[in-house]
């Protein structure tokens, strides 16, 4: 293979620590790790850091991986396939469920929606594509916050209505559950009197790359205060197949 260049390996080397390990390393942890002097290390982390490959929490001065790496990893899969990919799924998760679907992907901390389907009939409705939803709170965004690589909200977590889930352990423990469970529910907590619930969609290495749900009242998808799991069904559903073409 001939001649390589050290610096190139060694930050190499720093970044599958930072993928592998815990959320954030300290430089005193990645010298230990590689076996190098900790002034070596400072100037590959400071470059890597320039790039946006790298990113130094404030508080602790500990590493972790930065956006701009996480983004060109998944680049090959970018927002309009998805949505032409998705489009299909979507309408028939509207006819099946009669709610409308939404798709979102996370973007800057928060859902950005890339394919909106009405609800299947003559009520007065808005196209929501290209709006911004809250992670915290909603269904969409609880399932790209429980797959995302740092798994952190916007900060502050603002509550939208009296049900918003606005305290970090108490998300987190959500996130747990809709890690485990492979689905999410959003009660009230965007607006009041709304309900929905939402399902990942990986890429063909199994990485979480968007999420897709239903949204109603209440009174239709939770009529007697817990979900009526069969509309969980119809978009665990979706999410297996856009899933399944994906890997096509």
Known sequence: MGETIQSVERAAAILRLLASGPRHLGVAELARAMGLPKGTLHGILRTLVHVGFVEQDADTGKYRLGATLLHLGSSYLDVNELRTRSINWADALAGRSRESAWIGTLHEGHVLVIHHVFRPDDSMQTLQVGTYLPTHASALGKVLLAHDPYGEAAQPLEPCTKHTIADPAALEAELDQVRSRG??????????????????????????????GIRGAVERLAPDGGLNMQFVSYVRDAARAITRDLAR
Not at 189 to 211: F, H, M
Request: glycine share 10%.
């Open 183 to 212: 689905w999410a529910a959003e009660m009230e907590e965007l607006t009041e009197g709304e309900v929905a619930i939402a399902a990942p969609i990986k890429d063909p290495r199994g990485l979480v790359v968007g999420a897709i």
